[in-house]
């Protein structure tokens, strides 16, 4: 029942169900503590914990369903060395690099393609199921009928598959728990704890505080993985008109970047920071599309007329396979929504519909609505999409398979209708992202920026180790997160044998403390954690959006300070669950400042990254053409310039294998 | 009679409905909820409480997790407006929430776990 | 730290305090009723400043600033629009804004008008 | 204190303060209603007392400060008979058919020609100030110092004033009730009684259910006049996002349009719908540095201090602070700003505004943001007139903006107001605040109303239109007091010549049936979820793409949420009953809105009106298409955009005026 009810209906109120113990400590003590309870995160902790190291999980929210992956997910990327593949790793990181310009994470595609297939086998064993065990899509041009394995974008080059991921979670966290895991849910990390308590030390632990009985944590650790989530409360807030469409949830604030740049972390790429998102749209895949997990779906406009697929290169394709395979024989489709960004080379990307569609809609040669024509499919096609794709993706086994079957929904029968919008929109395949649903000046930060590391995937501090899809830079989706996650977990296991605990630092404890509970003492408050995230919304859209300049962005760091240091000792919060998302808030304004800082080291405009500064308009300059790693020191922001491909330079080889076979294993006692 | 003087609900409002005879108040679906949404009923037994509709990311785990199956979710009316199907031969249009809808489709998702 | 009774309440709405009472209030209801959202409802226990219940339905129109005998309410515009709006004085470039902290001394100009 | 404070302090929910009377009904009979006490319906009501009638007046706040007027007005459009105008009652009304094309309403714009001044004075007589009585801008050219009035926008033909108007509710509130009208405050109008309960027939009363009792109400009146508020929550609705950024609150619903469209009264300019330039997604109203109508004539330079210069409606750049307040063309004038024009303003009739060519120089670097108002520029007079009298008494910024900025320190004579930080690439940063920069191409802003004759009564006999919401091509604050004082006056004349006709009492059961649905059944959809559906359908079907064929789907949409969702609303206290009923009202309104489109075959500039299938903008077009319901079916005609000069009527404005205006 609503509380709305319960309240009227027994004109009192509920009481807060779980005991309140504001300030109370608990301190935990591990080995390797890793921050986010996410796919990336589970896999950290099962690696580590095969390492013989103990290990403790903090989770924001229950790492039973948490995280983008917890909803599900359909496909599985960077599987290269599968049997089936004609792709190396190499190719795979090389390509990804190409198709960026260089920016994005070769190094970590680079593993990725080294441990991808072996990270899908390792969850098979766990009980997800990855083949086409009951012969459902026999003889289709997407199964190899020895493994029965299934491949998704490109038929020729199997090296993406297709998953029944629904479940996927479920059983990686039954396998943490059963391996020994120690796993905090409700507990929302705000700081690493580090030597000393200074900036840019050795990482020795974490704090945070329980959403439902408000006590304080302090993780000791001798090494952190951080394999926190992606984000968007930063850019684009309205929870009640936006949530239920909204591919990133209230917990996802890019913790992990804000607490390493708080700590004095390196991190690239964060000026990245894209406009419209997918936050005002329609509920994911539950529109007429043919994008992803609905690749291949036949497109009718409303008189029945054939909406036709071109390839990535715009000619229209003809056979049913060409849809499958990449635009030139010479080059393989590398995947889609995997942190690539707006490519500049159609010669990787998945094939579309007609790019002419918009045209012809204005000139009425095709009438809206476009619905899609499943019937016009063989059955196993039409099968594999609605019965697999779209049962197993994130947010749609419940919403959208579960809930039109009970209401009739059949995809041998049934149309399903495409989203009405103005024509020069609906050349974006996905229609149910909506952008023209949204302000322009909604931004959302699922750029790539994150922390950069070295082969073993440690940040520039000691210690700290990022993984998954959003903490380290340019990595990619649901697949990439778990290998990356796994790599991790070795890596902080190792480091962790060979260092001793370090005390942390009792005013660092104090500070965080004092900042974490002021809300709750005020009793006067009158900001609630929602103003708060009204406003921070509004200075970064102002202050950090399409009209960058120097004196502008110092501006909105200005401005976000003075929020903070204002309104932010105004707030006040009724119980742990509101202290929580506030203490989100006070980490999105450091956030904000980091993404503002970043834009500000960037001198010159970026056609690549999609980034532009009206002080300095020249676009792609040769000496701008490289990674910007940022960190703080003392409080101060220091800036450097590294190369793209730095992960092949000096002190590491050019030829990947050799940095993989050298970093990927303990490092040798130095005699 | 008695009324109440108590804030608008949020703009989706009734995100779930339990099924009265099926749920038991075993909260299983309480303490799967990544944003932590509901609170268990003061009363044993009780359904659940949703506090924080608005935060709701309807992502169906709850749903899943019952295991009396008592739990629908409900979309928000926006969804499921937007969201509308065409019978190819009749050309009839439906929706989620229509009314007199058509049969259920009882076909399984793919997978055998 | 503190253990009192706590509630199980919905999250406030996004502007959250748009009315602060202070304490010349004497309960009279003259802003209750002359709200045209009717936002607010009276007190139950009498003399107690009135209670805001629909806060995001309030438009910001003043007119229960205006209308209270004593000059007892301040509207107080969501934190968004205060950090959005932000003046330069001239000579020395500072930039000020409602709800700063250390703010400017008022400034008493009446407005135009000698309607009362 | 906070709902949440106070139950967090005493652990228990208060109860609903007021009494509950979802059962008891009141019968109330008079000879005129008035739907609506906002500025229009005070002032017919005034009126209509005047003429000796007995009033009622139904209005959905509390008439003191409600409305979008309550707010406070700093214009008073229409005032072209005053003794400094140059401009004559025709002029203004052939100007506003000539800048709109004719989609403008030129009979309500001579009726306001000829009695906005006698209206204006009338106002003074209840307290409100209208002239610059303590001399404080005495040499100012804007000032007429004989008649010591403030003139805005075309300081040479002087058509337009600046008045005191923080207060103009209150003032025509208290003598509403002084001269005896009877107001139901709290009480949201549901639906107009007609002759027999048939659609199409004469209109004798109206019910409307009390928002803090829950007590229905039955109005029995020989006329009614609608003066309700306009569109708004269609297209766009996210309260806790907008509202303390939005021009119009949420009681505006034109609630008064969607009861005449279901009693079958005929609207026109229902396909109105262009961008909208007020969403709601920008700023609090003039809370930021902007030089647009309360502001016109502030200066503005960029963070180095450069000036950014006014320019004509050819682009000319103007220096000069007298120069900002000239019509563009020699012998032109400028025919004013936000009274509804919005599709039209030829050159020669509009305002100056900010350099065309602006963002151009921002892109070459020649000008950086932020920028800033510098008032200081100004000479102190017409500094303080901007900030002392225009923002001081404009709605929303009384309180608002002067009394919390003062409070805070704010000085304009020292201080700078700064713009946001935008991209102004697609509009001017005159409406910096308004956003329309950043509202997606789909929020819409709905625009047309009732078809009226030159006794501004609809095409239902006995029902009357005033005021901007209610008439087409109507204007803006002042308009609607003349509009509502001679509506009213127009109704009390019919009520003389009429007699009261007793309501169909299964018209009324079933009515209060519709209304109560919510309390009885224990419905599972909120007033605000039903809300977000409604802008979405609009947004999708009665956007930026509009086809016979999508329009019919959003019909069958919008009918579907009504029958489906609709009939499973819940409403747990009477404040929550009528926002139900708000928002089922606008389900009728979306309907009716795209009826209207699709009669329309064809691309309008004029109504800013674009129909994916029938893209070319043809002369065929310049015409109304009155649309209205009969039986439940929709029927449509066309009329000339100049009916009102044509047979029955004469061909002059002044004749018609003088044979209609009287007995």
């Not at chain 1, 999980?57 to 599985?76: C, N, P, Q």
């Not at chain 2, 409002?13 to 990544?34: A, E, Q, T």
């Not at chain 4, 009923?581 to 389900?587: A, F, K, R, Y």
Request: hydrophobic share 35%; glycine share 10%; aromatic share 10%.
């Amino acid at each position: 029942m609503n509380w709305h009810e319960y309240a009227i209906r027994h004109g009192k109120l509920p009481e807060w169900p779980y005991e309140i113990n504001y300030g109370r400590e608990n301190v935990v003590e591990s080995d390797v503590l890793v921050v986010g309870g996410g796919v990336a995160g589970c896999r950290a902790a099962i690696a580590a914990l095969q390492q013989g190291a103990s290990v403790a999980v903090a989770e924001r929210g229950f790492t039973k369903r948490s995280g983008l992956g917890g909803a599900g997910v359909d496909h599985w990327h960077g599987a290269v060395t599968n049997p089936c593949s004609k792709i190396t790793p190499e190719m795979y990181s090389d390509t990804a690099m190409q198709i960026c310009d260089g920016y994005t994470n070769g190094l970590a595609r680079y593993i990725i393609g080294k441990e991808g297939w072996d990270t899908l086998l390792e969850l098979e064993e766990m009980g997800v199921q990855i083949r086409d065990e009951d012969d459902e899509f026999k003889d289709t041009m997407f199964r190899d009928e020895e493994t029965k394995l299934l491949f998704a974008y490109d038929v020729d080059n199997k090296h993406c598959l297709r998953v029944y991921g629904n479940n996927i979670k479920p059983c990686l966290d039954t396998e943490m728990r059963r391996l020994g895991t120690d796993v905090y849910d409700r507990t929302c990390i705000t700081a690493l704890l580090t030597d000393g308590g200074k900036q840019g030390a050795r990482v020795i632990g974490a704090m945070g505080i329980n959403d439902r009985t408000g006590e304080f944590f302090i993780f000791k650790a001798k090494a952190v993985v951080i394999a926190t989530g992606g984000g968007k409360r930063l850019g684009t807030f309205a929870p009640e008109l936006t949530e239920s469409q909204s591919m990133f949830h209230t917990n996802l604030t890019n913790m992990g970047h804000t607490i390493a740049w708080n700590a004095g972390a390196e991190l690239v790429l964060m000026d990245q920071l894209f406009a419209g998102g997918i936050d005002a749209g329609y509920a994911p895949y539950s529109m007429g599309n043919a994008d992803n997990t609905y690749q291949g779906a036949p497109t009718v406009d409303a008189k029945g007329t054939r909406v036709q697929h071109a390839s990535a290169a715009g000619e229209l394709l003809t056979e049913e396979r060409q849809i499958f395979q990449s635009a030139r024989p010479d080059t393989f489709v590398i995947g889609h929504g995997i942190g690539l960004g707006p490519t500049n080379t159609p010669d990787y990307n998945v094939s579309t519909l007609d790019h002419a569609l918009n045209d012809k809609i204005s000139s009425g040669e095709l009438r809206l609505p476009l619905y899609n024509d499943f019937s016009l499919l063989d059955p196993k096609h039409r099968r594999l999409i609605w019965g697999l794709m779209l049962s197993h993706e994130g947010k749609t086994r419940v919403p959208i398979y579960e809930t039109l079957s009970k209401w009739g929904f059949d995809p041998d029968k049934d149309m399903l209708q495409y989203a009405i919008t103005n024509a020069d929109m609906l050349s974006h395949r996905s229609s149910w992202a909506g952008l023209e649903h949204l302000p322009p000046n909604w931004l959302i930060t699922a750029g790539g920026g994150g922390i950069v590391t070295d082969w073993r995937l440690q940040g520039s501090l000691p210690g700290m180790f990022a993984a998954g899809g959003f903490p380290l830079f340019g990595s990619g989706c649901h697949g990439e997160a778990q290998t990356t996650g796994r790599y991790a977990g070795r890596q902080a296991a190792w480091f962790a044998a060979e260092h001793d605990a370090v005390e942390p630092d009792r005013a660092q404890i104090e500070r965080e403390k004092n900042e974490l509970y002021a809300p709750v003492e005020n009793e006067g408050g009158d900001v609630s954690w929602k103003e708060l995230n009204y406003a921070i919304a509004r200075v970064v859209q102002d202050y950090c959006g399409k009209y960058k300049t120097e004196e502008i962005l110092d501006l909105g760091i200005k401005r976000l300070k003075d929020l903070r240091g204002a309104e932010g000792m105004r707030t006040y919060a009724n119980n742990p669950h509101e202290l929580g998302r506030l203490v989100e808030c006070y980490r999105l304004i450091d956030l904000g400042i980091c993404y503002m800082e970043a834009a500000k080291a960037r001198k010159a405009s970026s056609a690549i990254l999609g980034f532009s500064r009206v002080d300095y308009p020249e676009t792609d300059p040769p000496e701008w053409h490289c990674l910007l790693p940022i960190s703080q020191l003392d409080g101060k922001t220091r800036v450097r310039k590294l190369p793209c491909d730095y992960y092949r330079r000096a002190p590491y080889s050019d030829v990947l294998s050799d940095n993989y076979d050298v970093y990927s294993a303990p490092a040798k006692m130095e005699v | 009679m008695v009324a109440y003087s108590h804030p608008s609900q949020s703009g989706p409002c009734r995100i779930l409905s339990f099924d009265k005879n099926k749920c038991v108040g075993c909260n299983s679906c309480v303490n799967v909820c990544p944003s932590d949404v509901m609170m268990p009923n003061p009363v044993r037994g009780g359904e659940p409480i949703v506090v924080f509709a608005e935060e709701c990311w309807y992502c169906g785990g709850c749903v899943e997790e019952c295991p009396r199956d008592a739990l629908t979710l409900v979309t928000p009316a926006k969804q499921r407006l937007s969201t509308v199907w065409l019978r190819k031969d009749t050309g009839e249009e439906f929706r989620v929430g229509m009314r007199n809808p058509p049969p259920p489709n009882l076909t399984p998702p793919s997978g055998n776990r | 730290m503190l253990t009192m009774k706590k509630f199980a309440l919905p999250n406030q709405s996004g502007p959250c305090r748009v009315l602060s009472f202070d304490d010349k209030c004497v309960g009279c209801n003259k802003c209750v009723n002359v709200c045209p959202m009717d936002v607010m409802i009276p007190n139950p226990e009498k003399g107690e400043e009135p209670i805001v219940v629909f806060t995001e339905e309030c438009w910001f129109c003043g007119g229960c600033v205006q209308e209270c005998p004593v000059g007892a309410l301040t509207l107080v515009a969501p934190a968004k629009q205060r950090i959005s709006t932000i003046w330069k004085r001239k000579e020395t470039g500072e930039e000020f804004r409602v709800g700063m902290t250390n703010p400017l001394p008022p400034v008493t100009t009446p407005p135009s008008g000698n309607r009362k | 204190m906070n709902w949440h404070e106070y139950v967090a302090q005493t652990g228990q929910v208060p109860k609903w303060p007021y009494e509950l009377g979802y059962d008891k009904e009141t019968v109330i009979s008079c000879d005129v209603l008035v739907v609506g006490g906002g500025v229009a319906g005070c002032r017919a009501a005034i009126a209509a007392r005047q003429g000796g009638a007995s009033v009622v007046v139904m209005d959905r706040g509390f008439s003191k400060r409600s409305g979008e007027g309550g707010a406070g007005v700093d214009h008073w459009h229409g005032a072209v008979t005053n003794p400094c105008s140059k401009v004559t009652p025709r002029m203004y009304s052939e100007a506003a058919m000539d800048t709109t094309d004719g989609f403008t309403n030129g009979l309500a714009r001579y009726i306001i020609g000829k009695e906005g001044y006698d209206t204006l004075l009338e106002v003074e007589k209840m307290g409100v100030q209208i002239r610059d009585e303590d001399d404080e801008f005495k040499g100012s050219i804007f000032r007429d110092d004989e008649t010591k009035l403030m003139f805005a926008y075309d300081i040479e033909n002087k058509h337009c004033l600046r008045i005191y108007g923080y207060d103009i509710k209150p003032c025509v509130d208290r003598e509403m009730r002084r001269l005896g009208a009877k107001v139901l405050d709290r009480t949201c109008v549901t639906s107009l009684l007609t002759e027999g309960g048939r659609q199409g027939a004469r209109v004798i009363g109206a019910t409307g259910v009390n928002d803090r009792t829950g007590e229905f109400v039955v109005v029995k009146a020989k006329a009614v006049v609608i003066s309700a508020g306009r569109t708004n929550r269609l297209w766009g609705f996210a309260p806790e996002l907008t509202e303390s950024q939005s021009m119009c609150n949420l009681n505006q619903t034109a609630l008064g349009n969607t009861i005449g469209w279901r009693a079958g009264a005929e609207f026109i300019g229902m396909e109105m719908s262009g961008r909208a330039v007020l969403s709601g997604l920008g700023y609090a109203p003039y809370s930021t540095g902007n030089n647009n109508n309360t502001y016109q004539g502030a200066p503005t330079v960029d963070r180095n201090g450069k000036d950014v210069y006014y320019a004509n409606a050819y682009g000319k750049l103007l220096y000069d602070e007298a120069d900002i307040f000239k019509a563009s063309d020699e012998g032109s004038f400028i025919i004013g700003h936000g009274i509804g024009l919005d599709n039209g303003y030829k050159p020669q009739y509009r305002i100056t505004t900010t350099d065309p060519e602006l963002w151009k120089k921002v892109m070459a670097g020649e000008y950086q943001q932020p920028f800033y108002n510098d008032m200081t520029k100004l000479p102190a007079t017409s500094r303080r007139m901007i900030f002392g009298l225009m923002l001081a008494h404009e709605g929303k910024c009384r309180v608002p903006i002067y009394k919390n900025f003062t409070q805070w320190g704010f000085d304009p004579d020292k201080d700078m107001l700064q713009y946001p930080v935008q991209d102004y690439s697609r509009f001017p940063i005159d409406t910096s605040w308004c956003g329309p920069e950043n509202t997606p191409a789909n929020w819409r802003g709905g625009g047309g109303g009732y078809l009226v004759d030159w006794r501004l009564q609809t095409s239902l006999p006995g029902l009357f239109a005033a005021g901007c919401g209610p008439i087409f091509g109507h204007g803006c604050h002042g308009e609607s007091h003349t509009s509502g004082r001679y509506s009213g006056r127009q109704a009390a004349l019919y009520a003389g010549q009429n007699d009261a006709v007793e309501p169909d009492a299964e018209q009324i059961r079933r009515e209060r049936e519709r209304c109560y649905a919510p309390i009885r059944t224990n419905g599972d959809v909120g007033w605000k979820e039903l809300n977000y559906a409604i802008a979405k359908i609009m947004q999708d079907y009665c956007g930026d793409y509009k086809t016979e064929h999508t329009l019919d789907m959003g019909i069958r949409r919008m009918n579907d949420l009504f029958e489906t969702e609709g009939q499973r609303m819940y409403a747990s206290n009477p404040h929550e009953l009528v926002r139900v009923i708000e928002s089922l009202s606008l389900c009728e309104l979306g309907i009716a809105y795209m009826e209207a489109a699709k009669a329309r075959r064809g691309s309008v500039k004029g109504l800013g009106f674009f129909r994916n299938d029938y893209p070319e903008y043809d002369e065929a077009q310049k015409k109304h298409i009155p649309i209205s319901l009969k039986d439940g079916k929709v029927h449509t005609r066309d009329l000339s955009l100049y009916y009102h000069l044509e047979a029955p009527y004469s061909s002059d404005l002044e004749e018609n005026y003088q044979r209609y205006s009287q007995a």
